[in-house]
Structure formats: structure tokens, C-alpha cells
């Protein structure tokens, strides 16, 4: 009898240990067992109508200085890409921008509607261009943007990867199709300088541009894609490479050109003399110069401040319309005869 108690009572410590073994239980914590202190307001008429108050009162101001200072904004836009085409060669644009020896040299004139202060941002404005495409966006080689031990370094860059058995660089389709139009821009037919320096990221520079990585093989195939870089000039110095290969994420898209350090007064013709070189005609492309001053919220952008009045202009109807409610129909706060089942105790539908 004694044997076999002290053996049921080995058998029930046995199980008892496996059990505590196998057991999934979570070790003990208030923050497992959602015990921790937690904010539970309860959304008061007072609350909600104090709510809505406040951002109105925040939102809309904000959206009138915004739309104020992109009012401000100072912007000329212009289209060139079918006026600088020869009428002579308009039913064959592709053939004109394709062939080396035709004369791509065209002007544009224009007047300034208003005082430019300095300094003067100059943009080329792309559209229908789809940088953001899947296959595009890939076909680059940040390690070998960065070094120049990855120069080999070419997965992803086919069909621009090597020339002649050597490797290119920088090798990929998003710096093959480099932008290479030219503005040269002169008022009262004297010549104003674009400057060209610190118009990319510092960030891209220093990070995804490698001092000690030169141009090597580009545009050298065949098939020229767009502007040929030099090759003294290391990559981290060459900013308008930079600047296009900050891929946008639309198909309409700007890109900083360069910018013009001294002011433009109003009624001043200003002449512009484009290389028109760049191929857009192949896939129904635009092309646009911009000129463009910048205010506290960027250039001229009037979307911020309309979507800023919208909102405070909401919040500010419904916290009326709540005020009138509260005010018109009152009703005590947590009215238990306001729930389904007090309404209709037999659970018919009325």
C-alpha cells in the first residue's frame, strides 16, 4: 500500500513538472496583460464642439499666410519644345532632334510681370517623362556611384552595364538619358550668369556620390541617350548628373537647372537661347523652361494653403452645427433610453 502511494504520488509529480514544462502560459506583465494606465476621454459635446473650434481657428490663418506668400511667388513658365522645332521639319520631329547636324539653336523672349528678387531659381520642366517607372528607377549602381573599388559593380545597369568589354560609369538608363538642353539667358542683351553650384542635395554628395569616382565609358555606344559628363571631374562634383538622378515620383516633374544670383526688375525682355537637344518628341513629351522665385513654403504652390482653408472651414461648420444641435435639441449626457434595446425592448423593428 505504502509502494504504491509513494508511487501514485511519483506519477502525480511527474505529470505535475511536465505539465509546467509544456505550458505556454506568458510570464506575468502588466504590459502583456494591457493593465498599464491608458487616456479614455469621453467626447463630451463640450469636447468635441472645443475640438473642432480650435483647429479652425489654427487652420485657417495658416492657409491665408500660405496662400499669401504663394501669391507672392513670382513665376514664368514657358513652353519650347514645338516652337523651337523648324516649320520645315515639324512632320518629322524625332528625325530633327535625332540628327547631329541639324542647327538646334532657338530663342525665346519674354517679359518679367514682376520685381524677381534674387536669387532667381531656374528649372526644366519634364511631361510625360515616367522616371518613376519599375525598370527605370533599377537601372543604377549605387555602389559604384559611391566608390571607385565598385567599378564592376553593373547587376542591375543592362543595356547601358559595360561598352567595349569595359564597364561603364556611371553605367544605367537614368544616367544614359541625362537631360541635355542648354539655356543661356541675357537681359537687356547683357548675359546673366546661371550658377550651377550647390543646386543638388549636400546630402547626395557627400553620401551617394563618390569623390574618388570619375566618368568612364559614358555615352561612348552607339546610341547617345542625352548629356555627356566629363571625366576629370569626379562625380560628386558633376551636380546636374545628381540632380536628374533623384528620380521624381510623377510623370510632370522640375528639376533645378541653376539659379540666377541678381535680381530681375519688372518689364526687364529677358532672351533666353536654348540648345533644344533633348529627345521628348519620340514619346509625346513637353518641355518647359520655369523661372521661379520661392517664398517661406517653396515655390509657387497654391494646393497647401486651399487644403488648409478646407479643413478649418470644415471644423469650423461642424463645431457651429454641433453648438445649434446642443443648443436646439439638448439631451443628458450617457441618456440610457437613447440605446437600441430601450428603444425597442420587444427587438421588433417599429
Known amino acids: 500500500m505504502a509502494g504504491e502511494a509513494t508511487s501514485s504520488g511519483g506519477d502525480n509529480g511527474s505529470s505535475d513538472s511536465s505539465s509546467k514544462a509544456k505550458s505556454k502560459k506568458p510570464k506575468y506583465s502588466r504590459f502583456t496583460q494591457q493593465e498599464l494606465p491608458a487616456c479614455k476621454p469621453v467626447l463630451t459635446p463640450g469636447y468635441v464642439i472645443a475640438i473642432f473650434t480650435i483647429i479652425g481657428i489654427v ?14 511667388v513670382v513665376e514664368i513658365v514657358d513652353r519650347y519644345d514645338e516652337d523651337c522645332i523648324p516649320r520645315d521639319h515639324n512632320k518629322n520631329m524625332v528625325g530633327y532632334i535625332q540628327n547631329s547636324s541639324t542647327n538646334k539653336t532657338c530663342t525665346r523672349s519674354f517679359k518679367v510681370p514682376k520685381h524677381m528678387k534674387s536669387p532667381v531659381y531656374v528649372y526644366y520642366q519634364l511631361d510625360n517623362f515616367y522616371q518613376n517607372h519599375r525598370r527605370y528607377v533599377k537601372s543604377r549602381s549605387d555602389k559604384q556611384l559611391r566608390s571607385k573599388s565598385n567599378e564592376r559593380v553593373t547587376t542591375n545597369c543592362a543595356p547601358e552595364a559595360t561598352a567595349n568589354g ?12 541625362l537631360f ?18 550647390n543646386i543638388a542635395w549636400e546630402s547626395d554628395k557627400k553620401e551617394k556620390f563618390g569623390s574618388d569616382v570619375y566618368p568612364k565609358n559614358f555615352q561612348s555606344g552607339g546610341l547617345i541617350g542625352g548629356a555627356k559628363l566629363n571625366p576629370r571631374i569626379p562625380l560628386s562634383e558633376q551636380e546636374d548628373l545628381i540632380v ?6 510623377l510623370p510632370n516633374f522640375r528639376k533645378l537647372y541653376g539659379k540666377i544670383e541678381t535680381d530681375l526688375n519688372a518689364n526687364d525682355q529677358v532672351t533666353v537661347t536654348i540648345q533644344n537637344n533633348y529627345n ?9 523652361l520655369v523661372l521661379s522665385t520661392t517664398s517661406w513654403v517653396g515655390g509657387k504652390n497654391d494646393f497647401l494653403g486651399i487644403a488648409y482653408l478646407t479643413v478649418g472651414g470644415i ?10 444641435m ?7 449626457l450617457g441618456d440610457p433610453s437613447y440605446l437600441s ?3 425597442n425592448p420587444a427587438g421588433h423593428s417599429n
Open 326 to 332: 446642443y443648443v436646439i435639441k439638448p439631451r443628458p
Open 180 to 197: 541635355n538642353d542648354t539655356y543661356g539667358i541675357s537681359v537687356k542683351d547683357k548675359v546673366v550668369e546661371i550658377s550651377k553650384k
Open 315 to 324: 471644423c469650423l461648420f461642424l463645431a457651429i452645427t454641433f453648438i445649434l
Open 244 to 249: 536628374w538622378m533623384r528620380t521624381a515620383a
Open 166 to 177: 569595359s564597364p561603364i560609369v556611371p553605367c544605367g538608363l537614368i544616367a544614359w538619358s
Open 341 to 343: 434595446w430601450n428603444r
Open 59 to 72: 487652420f485657417i490663418p495658416v492657409g491665408l499666410l500660405s496662400l499669401f506668400a504663394s501669391e507672392n
Open 280 to 288: 521628348t518628341y519620340s514619346f509625346g513629351g513637353k518641355k518647359k
